[in-house]
C-alpha cells in the first residue's frame, strides 16, 4: 500500500491528476516523488508537497493532509483503489474509467464528472455539479457508480448519460437537468426543478417528504411498485451505503451498533412510488419516482 | 469637429455608458468640459456632463503618490511573482486595452475573467449550451414586429434602447414603427417600462424558468398543467396567448436582462429562453439577445473568447486555456481564497463582490487602474489613474449586438489611457520573464519563468 503524507500545505490550488493508483503503483518512491504536480502557473514536484511511503504493489494509494486545495485527485484513472483521507478540492475522479476511489471526508465540486467507469464513494458531503458534463460538452457521466452519503450542491448529474448516481443528504435545484439516461436516487430533500429537460432516465426521491415540486412539463402518471429498486435497495446495503437523510429520519430507532444490523434496511426498495413522466418539452420518456407517503 | 462661439462641437461621438453604444451624440465642448450633449439620454447626459479631470496622482503605491515608472515596476513585480493571479474587470475600456490584458493573463499565467461573470456569465454559459439564434438591432428596427422584454427595464436601464432599436422606430417591413409592433414586458415588477409595453404579465419572483419551460411546451403543442398559474402567477391562457403571438408573428425577438440570467436557475434560465427562440424557429423567424449593462462588455466577451476561445472565465496557467465558469471566475477564486494577486481594469468589485471575496481580495497585493476613485483603488497595493474611454480615449467598443463601433474623444486627458498603462505594464513583465520585444507567437511560457526565478 503507498500512503501520501502532506508535507506542505499549497498556497494555491495545486493539480495533481498524477495521483491515481494505475499511474503510481508501478513506480518507486523516488520515481512517484519527482512527478509533475502545478503548483498555480509553476511545475513543481510532488515530492514537495507530500510525502511517500509504501509500495504500489496491492494497487491502493492512500492520500491523507488538508487536501481542500487539491484538485483532480484520481482524475482519468482506470484501475486500483485510492482511499482519501480528508476533504478534497474539485475534479475527484472526473473522467476516471475504472477502479475505486473511497473518501472519508467531504469533495468539491465536479466530483466524478464525465466518469465513465468504477465506483466513487464519498463518506461526507459533495459540491456542485456531481457526475455532470463540463461545460460545453453534451453528455455528464457515462458509467460508472457515485455514492454521497451527505448533501450534493445544484444540478446533480447534468448531463448523465448512463450509470448511477446515489446522494444520502439532500440535493439543491436541477437535480438531474438534461439528463439523457441513467439512474439518480436521492435520500434526502430536493432543491426545485428536478428532472429539468430529461430525456430518458429515472430521478428516485425516497424521502417521504422530499418537498417535490414538479415541473409543469411532467405528468403523474401512476403508483408503481418496481423490483429494480428492491435490487437497488439490496445493493447499497452490500456496499455499506449509510444515507444520511435515512438515519436521520430512523430516530429513536436501534442503532447500528445496538443491533449489529445495517443501518439502512431495504426496505425503502419495497414501497410504493409515484411516477412522474416527462419531461414533455423534451423527449419525454424520462421518469421520477416519488415516494408514496 | 468644428468650432463656434468659442465652443467646440463633436459630430457622431459614442456614449459608452451603456451596451446600447449610441453613436449620434452631438458635443458641445467648452474649455475642458462638455456643457452639452445633444440626442444623449438621460444617462447619457449624465455622463458626458458630469466629466470632469480629477486632480488626482497618475499613480499611487500603498496609498502615496508615485511616478509612473515606479507604479509600473511595482505592478509587474507583483504580477510575475503571482503562482495564481487574476487579471479582472475589463467592460469598461477599450477592446485595444482589453487586447493587451489578456496578452498580460497569458504572460503571467493567470486566470482572464470580466465583469461578464457577474452579469451575463450565465447567458455564455448558455449560449454555449444550447446556441444563440441571433441578429443585430438593426435588423430588429427594420423588422421585428413582436419584441418581447423578459427580466429587463429599459425604460430606466437602456433609455433609448425602445426609441432608437427595438420598439417605436420606423423600419423597411414596420413602416409604422410603433403601430406595427406588439411589445410585451416579463417582469416581477410593474416597471416603468410596462406602460410602454401592450401586454405587461407579472410573473412571481424566481419562477421564470417555470415560465419559460411552460412555454416551451405551449409551442410545441404539449398540454401543460394548470397549476403554471399557482407556479407563476400568471393564467395557462395568457401563456397559451403569448405562445400563439410568439408562433404567428413575422419576426419576433425576445431581448432578456439579469432578471433572469442572475435570479434563482441563472444559466438554466437563460439556456431554457435560448431554447424557446430555437423552437419557434420552426414556425416563424425569432431571435434573441441579452440587454448588456456596461458600455464595452460585450467587447470584452469578444476579445477574450478571439484570443483564449472561451469569453470569461479563462485559466492560463498551464500555457493553454481552460474554460470553467464557478472555478475560474473571479467572485469564486476570491471566496474561495485561492488568487494571490490581482490586476483589475475598470471595474469595482470591492463595492459589489462578496464578503469572503472582498475580504480576500484586501489580503492579497492587487493592481487597479480606473479613472476614478473607489473602494477598489482606495485598497490597491497600485492604483493608476486613468483617462475615460469614449470622452478622453478613442478606441472600439462593441454595441450589445456584438456590432463594433469607434469611439471619437471629446476631451484630451492628462492621465494615460488603460492601455497605456497596460502595454507598458505588459512590456516590463515580458522583460522581467526574459521575453523579448520582438514576440516569438508562442514561446514556451513556463521555462521563461524558471529562467526568471532561477
Known amino acids: 500500500m503507498l500512503r501520501l503524507s502532506m508535507r506542505r500545505e499549497p498556497v494555491v490550488p495545486l493539480e495533481a491528476e498524477c495521483v491515481r493508483p494505475d499511474v503510481l503503483c508501478p513506480l518507486s518512491v523516488a520515481q512517484i516523488e519527482t512527478l509533475t504536480v502545478w503548483h498555480g502557473n509553476r511545475e513543481e514536484k510532488l515530492g514537495e508537497f507530500f510525502a511517500v511511503q509504501g509500495s504500489g504493489d496491492s494497487g491502493e494509494v492512500h492520500v491523507e493532509g488538508v487536501l481542500s486545495k487539491v484538485k483532480w485527485l484520481g482524475a482519468q484513472m482506470s484501475g486500483g483503489r485510492l482511499v482519501i483521507h480528508g476533504s478534497a478540492g474539485m475534479h475527484v475522479g472526473a473522467q476516471m474509467r475504472g477502479g475505486s476511489i473511497e473518501v472519508y471526508g467531504d469533495v468539491g465540486d465536479w466530483l466524478g464528472a464525465e466518469m465513465r467507469g468504477g465506483k466513487i464513494h464519498v463518506h461526507g458531503n459533495a459540491g456542485h455539479l456531481v457526475g455532470s458534463a463540463y461545460r460545453g460538452s453534451r453528455a455528464g457521466m457515462r458509467g460508472g457508480v457515485i455514492l454521497v452519503e451527505g448533501s450534493a450542491g445544484f444540478e446533480v448529474g447534468h448531463g448523465l448519460r448512463r450509470g448511477l448516481i446515489v446522494i444520502g443528504g439532500d440535493v439543491g435545484d436541477f437535480c438531474g437537468v438534461n439528463v439523457i439516461a441513467g439512474t439518480i436516487c436521492v435520500f434526502g430533500r430536493v432543491g426545485w426543478r428536478v428532472g429539468a429537460a430529461m430525456k430518458r432516465g429515472s430521478v428516485v426521491l425516497v424521502h417521504s417528504e422530499s418537498g417535490f415540486q414538479p415541473l409543469p412539463t411532467y405528468r403523474k402518471d401512476s403508483l408503481v411498485e418496481l423490483v429494480w429498486l428492491r435490487l437497488l435497495a439490496r445493493q447499497l446495503c452490500q456496499w455499506g451505503f449509510v444515507p444520511r437523510a435515512l438515519s436521520s429520519m430512523t430516530q429513536g430507532t436501534p442503532t447500528e451498533q445496538e443491533t449489529g444490523e445495517p443501518i439502512l434496511s431495504a426496505s425503502w426498495g419495497e414501497q410504493r412510488y409515484w411516477r412522474y413522466c416527462g419531461d414533455f418539452a423534451e423527449l419525454g420518456k424520462g421518469e421520477i419516482l416519488v415516494r408514496a407517503s | ?454
Open chain 2, 1 to 454: 469637429m468644428s468650432a463656434n462661439d468659442g465652443f467646440r462641437v463633436v459630430e457622431n461621438a459614442t456614449c459608452t455608458f451603456c451596451g446600447c453604444v449610441c453613436d449620434d451624440m452631438i458635443l458641445k465642448v467648452q474649455g475642458d468640459r462638455i456643457v452639452e450633449a445633444k440626442n444623449a439620454c438621460v444617462l447619457g447626459k449624465a455622463w458626458f456632463l458630469n466629466h470632469q479631470i480629477e486632480s488626482r496622482p497618475v499613480a499611487l503605491i500603498e496609498g502615496q503618490p508615485a511616478s509612473l515608472d515606479e507604479a509600473v515596476e511595482r505592478a509587474a513585480q507583483i504580477l510575475v511573482n503571482a503562482r495564481y493571479p487574476v487579471v479582472y474587470g475589463l467592460s469598461d475600456t477599450t477592446c485595444e486595452a482589453q487586447r493587451i490584458a489578456v496578452a498580460i493573463a497569458d504572460w503571467i499565467g493567470g486566470c482572464v475573467d470580466t465583469t461578464t461573470s457577474v452579469c451575463h456569465g450565465p447567458s455564455g454559459m448558455a449560449f454555449q449550451g444550447v446556441g444563440e439564434v441571433t441578429c443585430s438591432l438593426g435588423e430588429v428596427k427594420n423588422r421585428a414586429d413582436l419584441v418581447i422584454f423578459w427580466g429587463c427595464n429599459p425604460a430606466e436601464s437602456h433609455p433609448r434602447h425602445m426609441t432608437r432599436y427595438s420598439t417605436m422606430p420606423r423600419g423597411l417591413f414596420v413602416p409604422r414603427g410603433r403601430k406595427d409592433r406588439t411589445v410585451v414586458l416579463v417582469d416581477v415588477r410593474r416597471t416603468k417600462t410596462a406602460p410602454a409595453a401592450d401586454i405587461f404579465l407579472q410573473i412571481k419572483p424566481r419562477r421564470d424558468f417555470e415560465a419559460l419551460w411552460a412555454l416551451r411546451a405551449l409551442v410545441k403543442g404539449v398540454e401543460v398543467d394548470p397549476r403554471i398559474e399557482e407556479d407563476t402567477g400568471v393564467s395557462l391562457r395568457q401563456w397559451r396567448d403569448l405562445a400563439e403571438r410568439m408562433k404567428s408573428c413575422k419576426f419576433g425577438v425576445l431581448f432578456f436582462g439579469m432578471g433572469l440570467s442572475m435570479t434563482r436557475g441563472k444559466h438554466l434560465n437563460v439556456e431554457a429562453a435560448l431554447a424557446l427562440a430555437r423552437d419557434l424557429n420552426q414556425f416563424t423567424k425569432f431571435y434573441i439577445k441579452p440587454m448588456r449593462g456596461h458600455g464595452n462588455v460585450t467587447g470584452a466577451d469578444n476579445v477574450v473568447a478571439w484570443q483564449t476561445g472561451y469569453p470569461f472565465g479563462v485559466n492560463l496557467a498551464r500555457g493553454y486555456p481552460r474554460f470553467n465558469p464557478g472555478e475560474y471566475t473571479t467572485a469564486d477564486l476570491l471566496a474561495r481564497g485561492e488568487a494571490d494577486a490581482a490586476l483589475i481594469i475598470a471595474s469595482d468589485p470591492l463595492a459589489n463582490f462578496s464578503q469572503p471575496a472582498r475580504e480576500h481580495l484586501l489580503r492579497i497585493p492587487y493592481i487597479a487602474l480606473d479613472p476614478k476613485e473607489t473602494p477598489t483603488t482606495r485598497h490597491a497595493t497600485v492604483a493608476f489613474t486613468t483617462a475615460v474611454y469614449g470622452i478622453n480615449v478613442a478606441g472600439t467598443v462593441y454595441r450589445m449586438d456584438d456590432v463594433p463601433i469607434r469611439l471619437r474623444p471629446a476631451l484630451p486627458s492628462p492621465y494615460p489611457s488603460d492601455e497605456e498603462v497596460l502595454r507598458r505594464l505588459e512590456r516590463r513583465i515580458r522583460q522581467l520573464l526574459g521575453i523579448g520585444t520582438n514576440l516569438h507567437p508562442n514561446p514556451p511560457r513556463n521555462s521563461h519563468v524558471e529562467r526568471a526565478f532561477s
